[in-house]
């Protein structure tokens, strides 16, 4: 006896059409799943830039502020929240703008993505005044005593990953605006005020202009698809020595100056900034380096310098 499996279908022309009509609801269905899969998977290149230019909402108030360093200056009326972490360059540039606002109650969400962080931010955490010790670290480059104290970081990080925050810093106005992207002065207090709607015209975002060009960064999936398991040649801007990184995609790299004849082997990530982190093993800087087009050409600056640049890539 044939199973309902393996039984032959008559050759009738009605079984013909149903058969036709099944795999096109099937395949439908595929297509509208992958669809969806889509648009809330993986975000595609650019999309990081594009929420600079994007008016985002949350409700302020339900924030942990607990979880933050309260900053009160002024009579405090006006609030804001953002996401910084110590080793980011325009989170640095960021609290000098800050140094220009008063009357605010500023929210601080240490957010450790880059390397070395987690112990600044425990050194902060732990002080006995937190707001003077993170004043120090950022704007005075206070070394501070190493914290051993526990810290909210870990809670911090799920926060960032529940508001979708892509990198540091980002801003939140108490109208609930989410600013992605360092902000000056002026532009923060047309926020604080409650004008929110220069974000969409005229943002002041983290990319800087480069003679009266905009220096738009490479966003993490477009780092990803041209340096893992690549070799990325790049003449350094202070030396001109020309040095080879070999990225491998199981997280080593290998770096071999050709210029001076020395290699190093270490380890490399993407953070969420789309900024190539590298620590090597044998004395070569460690160093966070963030990708930008200019023209034709593919230029790396480091992360605490964004407006300068560290390398310029070559082909070979």
């Not at 975000?43 to 909402?57: D, Y």
């Not at 380096?289 to 407006?307: C, H, I, N, P, Y």
Request: net charge positive; aromatic share 10%.
């Amino acid at each position: 006896m044939k199973s309902i499996l393996t039984r032959d279908v008559p050759a009738h022309p009605f079984y013909f059409y149903w058969l036709l009509a099944l795999s096109a609801a099937v395949v439908f269905i595929i297509c509208t799943c992958a669809s969806e899969a889509r648009a809330e998977g993986t975000p595609q290149a650019g999309k990081i830039e594009k929420r600079s230019h994007q008016v985002f909402a949350v409700d302020f108030n339900s924030l942990p502020f607990d979880l933050a360093i309260k900053k009160v200056k002024g009579n405090g009326q006006r609030k804001m929240a953002y996401f910084t972490d110590p080793n980011c360059g325009y989170c640095k540039k960021l609290e000098g703008e800050l140094k220009k606002i008063d009357n605010v109650t500023l929210y601080v969400f240490l957010y450790p993505i880059f390397p070395g962080s987690g112990e600044k931010i425990k050194s902060v955490w732990c002080s006995a005044d937190k707001t003077a010790a993170w004043d120090d670290l950022m704007l005075n480059s206070v070394q501070l005593p190493a914290g051993t104290c526990d810290t909210p970081s870990a809670r911090v990080l799920k926060l960032g990953e529940k508001l979708n925050v892509n990198g540091t810093p980002t801003l939140i106005f108490s109208d609930g605006v989410i600013a992605t992207g360092f902000l000056a002065a002026p532009d923060m207090e047309k926020a604080l005020n409650g004008n929110s709607g220069f974000f969409g015209s005229a943002p002041a975002a983290m990319n800087e202009a480069v003679d009266n060009k905009p220096r738009v960064f490479l966003t993490k999936l477009e780092v990803q698809q041209f340096s893992v398991d690549q070799k990325l040649v790049h003449i350094r801007i202070s030396d001109g020595n020309k040095v080879q990184w070999d990225i491998q995609g199981n997280g080593l790299i290998f770096g071999n100056n050709l210029t001076q004849g020395k290699r190093d082997s270490g380890t490399w990530l993407i953070n969420e900034a789309g900024q190539l982190c590298v620590k090597w093993k044998e004395g070569s800087t460690n160093r966070c380096v963030a990708f930008f087009r200019d023209g034709k050409k593919t230029k790396m600056a480091e992360s605490q310098d964004l407006d300068g640049t560290y390398a310029e890539l070559v082909r070979e």
